[in-house]
């Protein structure tokens, strides 16, 4: 289900229970907080048992049905079919038990500070709000006590006493606030109540958590855009022609933000407590408005090695399986930066909420026709020109204006001075 992932839920059973299914036949559907995936039998044989029912919301790792495989193989073992980790998929014949997993003693286990941690379990801890300290106290069953994913997961799953490390910047006390909670009038027969539906939860929660974990600074520039405004007109008939595909103006955002962050890596970070982690990959997330209002973030990879071709085909097989709500886990990971593109919705300008554990994000506004005034061979004159606003929130923590102010000017320039002979 993807590294980040911790629990599904289930949509529906297409098997019953008596059914024989062939291996790598899918026999469930399960949804996780943004994207459904189906379920393959791992093997041949007749589903002896199923466990779980429409709706329930299992853990990763959790057995969810029993495959009798003794009628297609030699011997009579029963296979467990298990929603696991998409790099950790295992098939393997085991003895069901009762017995429950070991309490952990009430006390941390001694630390390991020169035990090396791998950007992978870097990666698990910061979705898990495990702290560089805690992931020194598990023991590693690795090749010299290498801490693994296994190892890191089979704790999560005791974990009892997290250590909590020290604040990063301040050692006060947090304060309560004692102002009370506004009353919520409600009208009996006007008014209705809806639950908020599971993405929306965890979008909540993130919103929410980003703003309290990073200082949020915006900053605001114009770009004229008209000679790449002409350029798309003049092309995208064309490129229709002989690729089957739109040409719309993400893949060329895309593409200019990518350069600037190679330009400035130091925008392309995570913060770990005080560690900063800089990224190798640039990874472009596109924040997409679903159907049902829902926001969801497919990634575009390794943008900068990409032309402005396969960067439209990208971004066009992203958006299409975004609407069609058939997005993989892996399309929606792993991004290092992410741009919002509020100008779809007529928006002029916005101020984005950082997509954690990233520390920028960019809001590209509507693309407008005014009068301005520009400097040619004959001096000042008023034209009509396309403009565009550019607004860049980042996590000050890391971000200072300096950077954060040149990052935005860079992806601005790289906008302005698009090469209107490039070929499609």
Known sequence: M???????????????????VEAEETILEV???????????PVSGIITEIRFQKDDVVEVGTILALIDSSQVSDGSQQILTKVENSQEIRKKAEIVSNTQPETRNSKPETRNPDAFISPLIISIAQKENLSIEELQTIPGSGTDGRLQK?????YL??????????????????????????????????DRIIEMDRMRKMIADHMVYSKQTSPHVTSYIEVDVTNL??????????????HNEKLTFTPVFVQAVAKAVAD????????????????????????????????????????NEKDLVTLAKDVNN????????????????GSTFTISNVGTFGSLMGTPIINQPEVAILALGIIKKRPEVITTEKGDEIAIRSMMYLSLSFDHRVVDGFLGGSFLRKVGDYLEQFDTNTTI
Do not use: C
């Open 31 to 41: 949804a996780t907080d943004k994207v459904d995936s189906d379920v393959p039998a």
């Open 150 to 154: 296994s190892d890191v997961f089979n």
């Open 2 to 20: 993807g590294e980040s992932i911790s629990e599904a839920t289930i949509i529906s059973w297409l098997k019953n229970v008596g059914d024989f």
């Open 229 to 242: 405004v002409n350029w798309r007109n003049e092309n995208k008939d064309k490129f229709q022609e002989k």
């Open 264 to 303: 400035f890596p130091m925008i392309n970070v995570s913060v770990d407590e005080k560690n900063i982690i800089v990224h190798n990959d640039i990874n472009i997330g596109m924040a997409t408005a679903l159907p049902s209002g829902n926001l969801i973030v497919p990634v575009v990879k390794n943008a």
């Open 157 to 190: 799953k005791n974990r009892k006493y997290p250590i909590q490390s020290k604040p990063i910047t301040d050692n006060r006390q947090p304060t309560t606030s004692s102002y009370p909670k506004p009353k919520i009038n409600f009208v009996e027969g006007k």
């Open 318 to 333: 992203l958006a299409e399986a975004s609407r069609n709500n058939q997005l993989k886990p892996e399309q929606i990971q």
